[in-house]
């Protein structure tokens, strides 16, 4: 059989497996644990926030989108499905549809996989301390994104496009973060991240003027709303320590201690 080898053997392996992925692909996985990739050292801290427009915010203000289905794709993908309705039970044409249609989604898996990997590698070398919001918390205390009291604008129609994607792509991140950048990944508690102003620390749920924007009615600092969320996000992060020293911030992560000397900064 005739095979490609996409990367070398690491040292060490024991073990791997053959899979036949839905597009017919094959493959073959070596089982190695590779090195968690070292801390810059830094005591930088990022504030990660999964956004609904794009994949992922960070507290520095740039916003990473992870490539998925180009807009042609998708509207392909849209046809296919149609015709798989309509195609007779057991014909050859409903196979080939079939074919096709799974054939679209594994480049766009593969796509997203290729993303979690390059973000998740990029921010464990550049951060000491890597902040994301507590998933489990999270999903019980905000909707899509926005605020189930003050939805933002079109959250159904971009949430509903885009939410199943986001969400797998946002799991797979974290879980990255956490084999990559054993110990610097923090999970803070993301109550409020989403109305609370990272300037002044009010919290209002109006100052979320739409999906994309904030707006502090307080003191007017307005920012991109995902950004905006990450800035708490990483302000929890650091506040814990703050907290430790006696400090009055009560937003703290949810399980690891950070650790104090990285956050001095
Ligand atoms: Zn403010």
Not at 44 to 61: F, H, P
Request: aromatic share 4%; charged share 30%.
């Amino acid at each position: 059989m005739r095979f490609r080898w996409s990367r070398a053997v690491p040292e060490g392996v024991k073990s791997y497996r053959i899979t036949r992925d839905t597009a017919g692909r094959w493959h073959v996985a070596f089982a190695a644990v590779p090195d968690p990739i070292p801390a810059p050292g830094t005591g930088e801290v990022v504030g990660v926030d999964r956004g609904v427009a794009v994949a992922a915010a960070l507290s520095t203000g740039e916003m990473v989108s992870a490539s998925t289905l180009r807009e042609p794709e998708r509207v392909r993908l849209l046809r296919l499905l149609r015709m798989l309705v309509r195609a007779e039970r057991g014909s050859n044409r409903r196979d080939k549809v079939k074919q096709a249609i799974a054939r679209l989604k594994t480049r766009e898996v593969d796509r997203r996989k290729d993303w979690v990997e390059k973000t998740s590698t990029d921010l464990a070398r550049r951060f000491d301390v890597i902040a994301v919001e507590d998933l489990k918390i999270g999903n019980m205390t905000r909707s899509a994104k926005g605020t189930i009291e003050a939805p933002g604008k079109h959250v159904a129609a971009k949430a509903g496009l885009n939410r199943s994607i986001l969400a797998a792509g946002w799991g797979q991140l974290v879980q990255r973060l956490v084999h990559k950048a054993p110990g610097q990944v923090v999970k803070v508690n993301p109550v409020y991240t989403s109305q609370r102003c990272s300037a002044c620390g009010i919290v209002d749920a109006k100052s979320r003027e739409s999906q994309a924007d904030f707006r502090c009615r307080s003191c007017g600092y307005a920012c991109n709303a995902d950004v905006n969320a990450a800035r708490n996000i990483r302000l929890a992060a650091v506040g814990h320590t703050v907290d430790a020293r006696g400090g009055d911030r009560v937003a703290g992560p949810a399980n690891r201690e950070p650790q104090p000397v990285l956050l001095s900064a």
